[in-house]
C-alpha cells in the first residue's frame, strides 16, 4: 500500500513538474512572439512615416508630369491608405511575379515557363535579384500590417472649446452653434436611422448640445440662439459620475462619458469624429456623410442658397461628384472647391461666388471656404504584428506638419 502511495505521489509531482515547465514553456514563448510582433508593427510604423514623408514629393512629381495628368488619380488620398504597405503587399508584389520590370521585356508566364538555366539571358536578371532579395528580406517569422487615416477628414468634437457661446453676430448663427447644427446634421442622416432606433431629433440635439457643453469654457447648459439653461452639472448629479470637463477630450474614448451619449450609435460612428486639429474639414478625403452634413449645414447658413432637402440624394451625388472632381490634381485649393460648391447649390456663377465673402453678413457665416481645408495634418494610424497567434497592435497619432519626419510630434501612442 505503501509503495502504490508513493508511485502515486512521485508520478503526480512528476506530471505536475511536466505540466509546470511546459506553462513556463509556453509563456516565454508567447513573450518572444510578442516581443516580436511588438518589432513588426513598429517596423510598419516606421514604413508609415515613410509613406507620408513621401506622400507630398510623389504628389508633386506627379502633378508635373504632363504624361501622367490625364490619369484618373486621385491625389488627395494619401498614399498610405491607398497602398498601405504590409508584408502581404510586398510578398505579392516582389514573390509572387508581378514585378513592373517584367512588363515590356517580357510577360510573367512566358518567363516562368522558360528553364532556370536561360533565365539569366532573358533579360529578368533585375527581376530575379529583387524578388530574391525581397524573399530573404522576408524571411522572418510573422506578418505586419497597417491603415492610415487623416484626422482632418473627420468631424472635430472639440471645436466648442474654443468658441464663444455668447458670441452675437449681425445675420445667421454663430460659429458655436454652426458646429452643433453641422453636427446633428451629421446624425439625423437617413443612412444612421436604424442606429438611432427609439432616440428622439430631440435627443439627437440633446446629446450634441452635452458634447458641446463638455467642452466648451463656461458651466451653463448652452442652447442655440444664446439661450442657457441652468448648470451643465445638473446632469451628472450621481456622485461617481465625472462631471463636465470644460476643455477639450484628449481621446474619442472620453466622449462615452458625455450624458446622452450611446454606445450603440457613437461606436459605428466613431471613424467619422476626431479630437484633433481645428474645425475645418478635408473634403478631399472625407466621407460623403460628413461633406453631407457640412454642406446643409452651410446652405441653411446662406439665405443666397435655395433650401436644402437632406433626402435630396440626387442633389447631394452632385454637390459630391462636383467636390471630388475640385478635389482632383497634387494641390487642391480651397477657393475653387468652395466656389465649385457654392455653383452645384444654385448659387450664381463660380465668379460672383467669392464677392459675398467680403461682406459682413457672409464673411459671419464664412462662406464654404470657411468650413474645409485640403492640408492634411494629424495622420492616426494603426499598426499590426503577428507572430503565430499572437497579435500586437499599436495605435498612434502623429502632427505631420514638419517637413522633417524627426520633428514628428506624437500625440497618442498605445499599445495592445
Ligand atoms: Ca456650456
Not at 81 to 98: D, K, Y
Not at 118 to 143: I, R, V, Y
Not at 353 to 359: E, L, R
Not at 392 to 405: E, L, R, Y
Request: proline fraction near 5%.
Amino acid at each position: 500500500m505503501m509503495a502504490i502511495s508513493a508511485i502515486m505521489l512521485l508520478s503526480m509531482i512528476a506530471l505536475e513538474f511536466v505540466f509546470n515547465s511546459n506553462v513556463n514553456y509556453k509563456v516565454a514563448l508567447n513573450e518572444k512572439e510578442r516581443l516580436q510582433a511588438y518589432y513588426l508593427a513598429l517596423s510598419e510604423l516606421n514604413l508609415m512615416k515613410v509613406e507620408l514623408k513621401l506622400d507630398k514629393q510623389i504628389k508633386s512629381t506627379v502633378a508635373s508630369m504632363p504624361m501622367l495628368q490625364n490619369l484618373p488619380i486621385d491625389l488627395s488620398q494619401p498614399i498610405c491608405s491607398q497602398m498601405p504597405i504590409s508584408t502581404g503587399l510586398i510578398r505579392g508584389f516582389f514573390v509572387g511575379g508581378e514585378m513592373p520590370l517584367m512588363k515590356g521585356a517580357s510577360t510573367a508566364p512566358e518567363a516562368e515557363k522558360k528553364p532556370a538555366a536561360a533565365k539569366p539571358d532573358t533579360g529578368t536578371t533585375a527581376t530575379e535579384f529583387e524578388a530574391e532579395n525581397a524573399q530573404k528580406f522576408l524571411s522572418f517569422d510573422g506578418d505586419f500590417d497597417g491603415s492610415c487615416a487623416d484626422e482632418s477628414a473627420k468631424m472635430n468634437l472639440n471645436v466648442w472649446a474654443t468658441l464663444d457661446p455668447a458670441q452675437q453676430l449681425l445675420a445667421g448663427n454663430n460659429p458655436y452653434d454652426m458646429y452643433k447644427i453641422a453636427l446633428s446634421n451629421f446624425f439625423k442622416q437617413d443612412r444612421f436611422k436604424k442606429l438611432f432606433e427609439g432616440v428622439t431629433p430631440d435627443k439627437m440635439d440633446e446629446s450634441v448640445r452635452n458634447i458641446a457643453d463638455w467642452v466648451d469654457k463656461n458651466d451653463v447648459i448652452n442652447d442655440l440662439g444664446g439661450i442657457t439653461r441652468g448648470s451643465e452639472q445638473s446632469l451628472y448629479k450621481e456622485d461617481d459620475r465625472p462631471k463636465p470637463k470644460n476643455g477639450k477630450f484628449l481621446s474619442l474614448d472620453e466622449v462615452h462619458l458625455v450624458e446622452g451619449v450611446d454606445d450603440t450609435w457613437f461606436v459605428p460612428l466613431e471613424d467619422s469624429f476626431t479630437v484633433y486639429g481645428d474645425a475645418k474639414v478635408n473634403v478631399c478625403v472625407a466621407d460623403d456623410d460628413v461633406i453631407w452634413a457640412l454642406v446643409m449645414t452651410y446652405a441653411s447658413q446662406n439665405t443666397a442658397i435655395p433650401p436644402i432637402n437632406p433626402k435630396n440624394i440626387e442633389l447631394k451625388k452632385k454637390v459630391i461628384d462636383t467636390m471630388k472632381l475640385s478635389c482632383m490634381g497634387a494641390q487642391p485649393q480651397v477657393g475653387k472647391i468652395a466656389s465649385d460648391v457654392d455653383a452645384a447649390l444654385g448659387l450664381g456663377t463660380a465668379a460672383q461666388t467669392t464677392n459675398p465673402q467680403a461682406t459682413g453678413a457672409a464673411q459671419a457665416t464664412g462662406g464654404f471656404a470657411s468650413y474645409i481645408t485640403t492640408e492634411p495634418r494629424y495622420y492616426s494610424l494603426k499598426l499590426t504584428g503577428q507572430v503565430g497567434d499572437t497579435m500586437v497592435n499599436i495605435k498612434t497619432v502623429i502632427d505631420v506638419k514638419d517637413s522633417d519626419p524627426k520633428k514628428w510630434r506624437m500625440l497618442y501612442y498605445k499599445v495592445f
